[in-house]
Nanobody
C-alpha cells in the first residue's frame, strides 16, 4: 500500500510560479513511477508530467514542456512539480499518482492517487 499527499497549490497571477509537492509513504515507494495529472472544471483528467523513479527519466505533456519541471528528493520521500509561467488554462486540481510499472499517460493504469491540490491562475 502506498499513500500520496499533494500540497503547494494556491492562487497566482498569470506568469507566476508554484511548486507542488507529492509526499509518498508506504512499502517500496521509491520504485513507483509518479505521474502528475490535472483536471479543470468540466474537463477530463489529463497527464502533465511523470517521473520514473527506477531510472530518473522524466516526461512532459506538450502543454508543460519548457515551463514545468518534475524532480524528487529521496530524503524527504517527495516528488515536486515546479510550474513556471502559469496561465489561466493551467488552473485545475492537480493530482499525483503512483504506477508500479512505468510512466504512462493512461490514468487508469495508476495504482494509487492523492487527494489533489487546487491551482488557480487569475489576475
Amino acid at each position: 500500500q502506498v499513500q500520496l499527499a499533494e500540497s503547494g497549490g494556491g492562487s497566482v497571477q498569470p506568469g507566476g510560479s508554484l511548486r507542488l509537492s507529492c509526499t509518498i509513504s508506504g512499502r517500496a515507494w521509491n520504485y513507483y513511477a509518479i505521474g502528475w495529472f490535472r483536471q479543470a472544471p468540466g474537463k477530463g483528467r489529463e497527464g502533465v508530467s511523470c517521473l520514473s523513479q527506477s531510472d530518473g527519466s522524466t516526461y512532459y505533456a506538450d502543454s508543460a514542456k519548457g515551463r514545468f519541471t518534475v524532480s524528487r528528493d529521496n530524503a524527504k520521500n517527495t516528488v515536486y512539480l515546479q510550474m513556471n509561467g502559469l496561465q489561466p488554462e493551467d488552473a485545475a486540481v492537480y493530482y499525483c499518482a503512483a504506477d508500479w510499472r512505468f510512466c504512462t499517460w493512461e490514468e487508469g493504469e495508476y495504482d494509487y492517487w492523492g487527494q489533489g491540490t487546487q491551482v488557480t491562475v487569475s489576475s
